[in-house]
């Protein structure tokens, strides 16, 4: 199981037509990112609690906003360094999906 994030200019098309719009991509942390996530309550905790490990998950620059918070906050408590890179990689993700109007971050669960 692991969780890669592409950061989109526009929703995403699904079946190869997502290059079209995808600005970059983060393939190297997926074990240790939904290792991390896996921790979440999705009742109790707010956006990424709803990142589906096994399923995709699309943030547009709002939702990335909020969740962006979410992961700095996750990234400082975390005491595995995998784990920690791996949110720190996502933070810089929320970060650029929150500041490019009309853009989506798409978390691509196996």
Not at 16 to 31: A, K, P, Q
Request: proline share 3%.
């Amino acid at each position: 199981m692991g969780i890669e994030l592409e950061l989109h200019s526009g929703r995403p098309a699904r079946k190869g037509l997502s290059r079209d719009t995808l600005l970059r991509g983060s393939y190297e942390h997926g074990e240790a990112l939904a290792r991390a996530l896996s921790t979440l309550d999705r009742h109790a905790s707010g956006k990424l609690g709803w990142v589906d490990p096994y399923g995709d998950t699309l943030f547009n620059e709002q939702e990335a906003q909020v969740a962006r918070q979410e992961a700095v906050v996750l990234a400082q408590t975390c005491t595995d360094e995998q784990q920690k890179a791996a949110l720190l990689d996502l933070v810089v993700f929320l970060e650029g999906c929150a500041a490019t109007p009309g853009s989506y971050l798409w978390f691509i669960g196996d």
